[in-house]
């Protein structure tokens, strides 16, 4: 595999091609599984039915890191109780820290921009 790549694409198609134990690092924001619309038209993710397809892709990204190596997944505080379950119980996944940041909505107003909390 080519060093240096970032990878966009379908990450359970993708995942299947990459070679176990060759990525050191995974920064991901794994799809919920609750066919939640996102962004600002409110487009759903094809497959996002299931809570599992984003627990299978973390398990996924296991398979792929080189030992000693990293993973940042970014996820909605509502879903973190089954996903650090999952982690805990189902892969060898170690949780060091959790990095938590208030999340500021900008929207605009006339002529200026004034963020919302």
Not at 50 to 73: D, F
Not at 83 to 93: D, G, H, W
């Given at each position: 595999?080519?060093?240096n790549?970032?990878?966009?694409?379908?990450?359970?198609?993708?995942?299947?091609?990459?070679?176990?134990?060759?990525?050191?690092?995974?920064?991901?924001?794994?799809?919920?599984?609750?066919?939640?619309?996102?962004?600002?038209?409110?487009?759903?993710?094809?497959?996002?039915?299931?809570?599992?397809?984003?627990?299978?892709?973390?398990?996924?990204?296991?398979?792929?890191?080189?030992?000693?190596?990293?993973?940042?997944?970014?996820?909605?505080?509502?879903?973190?109780p089954?996903?650090?379950?999952?982690?805990?119980?189902?892969?060898?996944?170690?949780?060091?820290?959790?990095?938590?940041?208030?999340?500021?909505?900008?929207?605009w107003?006339?002529?200026?921009?004034?963020?919302?909390n």
């Amino acid at each position: 595999m080519e060093n240096n790549v970032i990878i966009r694409g379908d990450c359970m198609e993708v995942l299947k091609t990459v070679p176990d134990e060759s990525v050191h690092l995974v920064v991901t924001d794994p799809p919920y599984g609750d066919n939640t619309g996102y962004g600002r038209n409110n487009r759903t993710i094809k497959g996002n039915s299931s809570p599992l397809i984003g627990l299978n892709a973390i398990q996924e990204c296991y398979r792929t890191l080189k030992r000693n190596s990293t993973a940042y997944m970014f996820l909605d505080i509502k879903h973190l109780p089954i996903i650090r379950l999952f982690i805990e119980q189902y892969t060898p996944f170690s949780i060091r820290d959790l990095v938590v940041w208030k999340k500021v909505i900008w929207a605009w107003a006339g002529d200026s921009v004034n963020a919302m909390n």
